[in-house]
């Protein structure tokens, strides 16, 4: 048995994970502002993360195995965390995201096209880091999640006082109406209205992962396997814009109606005109066995539209 703290999990994947560690006999607690009970069996504690005396008044004397941090979003919030874990955990895992192998908003090393990308295309141990810009601003947050990502990596690889490892998932998909980004009902609701998709003139795959997928292998980080630094986490298989856009019209049994934008327009999401698959190879050579997209994408849909 492990004692293992999640920050975050009371919904979505976190619910999962959470459901996944205490049925497998670990103690768990969640940390979460308290708006979202965590499942039952669990020991929870209420506190903002961004406010360090009140997350350590919360924690006390508690100690860990490992923490799973599933809301740490800017390199702030990091080092707050890296400050407030420092002695108290053997182990802090972080969620990250494919986000930070955006070309588009980044300098980053090319990739041949067509070339998965592998972890150490984003190097934390190497990359900048600038505390001062305005991540207390949510719109300035969302402009910037894969950078604020990749400096809350930076941050914790350097500053965290216990073996780091981060994971960074692909796009997430599945859960109905518990899927929070909306990204998968965009397609639904536009195909069963009708509407177009808009897509990219050469729209270029990307990589998926199944919401309960991501729930196991963050659970197989944190009690099966120590590896440290980062891993890609996606489902076997490519899936560019059109094929999302079909599987959903075969769920609904319309036809999906298209229209290309114009160079520099934005498009639905998931439609990319630069290369955006990662590798996910690391992660199988450390034992984790991945799914294909194509067999869970149609019960995906399926939830989606019913």
């Not at 039952?40 to 903002?48: K, R, S, Y």
């Not at 080092?79 to 955006?102: L, Q």
């Not at 992962?209 to 196991?216: F, M, P, Q, R, S």
């Not at 590896?227 to 075969?250: I, K, M």
Request: aromatic share 8%; net charge negative; hydrophobic share 40%.
């Amino acid at each position: 048995m492990k004692r293992i703290c999640v920050i975050g999990g009371s919904r979505y994947i976190g619910k999962h994970l959470v459901e996944r560690l205490r049925d497998a006999g670990h103690h768990v607690t969640v940390v979460n502002r308290g708006s979202t009970a965590p499942p039952e069996g669990v020991d929870h504690l209420v506190a903002d993360r961004d406010d360090e005396a009140a997350l350590t008044g919360a924690l006390g004397s508690r100690e860990f195995d490992v923490v799973i941090d599933q809301v740490c979003y800017t390199p702030v919030q990091a080092a707050m965390a890296a400050r407030v874990f420092r002695g108290r955990t053997r182990r802090y895992v972080m969620t990250s995201t494919i986000e930070v192998y955006d070309p588009a908003s980044a300098a980053l090393p090319p990739v041949p096209p067509g070339v998965p990308v592998p972890e150490e295309q984003v190097a934390p141990a190497d990359w900048a880091v600038s505390m001062d810009l305005p991540w207390h601003d949510e719109a300035y947050l969302d402009d910037h999640y894969g950078e604020g990502k990749r400096q809350a990596e930076a941050v914790f690889t350097r500053q965290a006082g216990s073996p780091f490892a981060t994971v960074r998932s692909a796009h997430v998909l599945g859960g109905g109406a518990r899927e929070f980004t909306g990204r998968l009902a965009h397609y639904v609701t536009r195909v069963a209205r009708g509407e177009e998709i808009l897509v990219h003139d050469e729209a270029l795959p990307t990589v998926f992962v199944h919401h309960e997928e991501l729930a196991d292998l963050l659970a197989w980080a944190a009690t099966d396997t120590d590896f440290t630094g980062p891993l890609n986490a996606c489902s076997d298989g490519l899936l560019d814009v059109r094929e999302l856009a079909a599987a959903v019209g075969e769920g609904l049994g319309r036809e999906p109606l298209y229209r290309t934008v114009a160079a520099g327009e934005s498009a639905s999401p998931f439609s990319y005109d630069r290369h955006y698959a990662m590798s996910n190879a690391r992660a199988k050579s450390l034992g984790f066995a991945f799914s294909r997209t194509a067999e869970w994408l149609p019960g995906a849909v399926a939830e989606a539209v019913a």
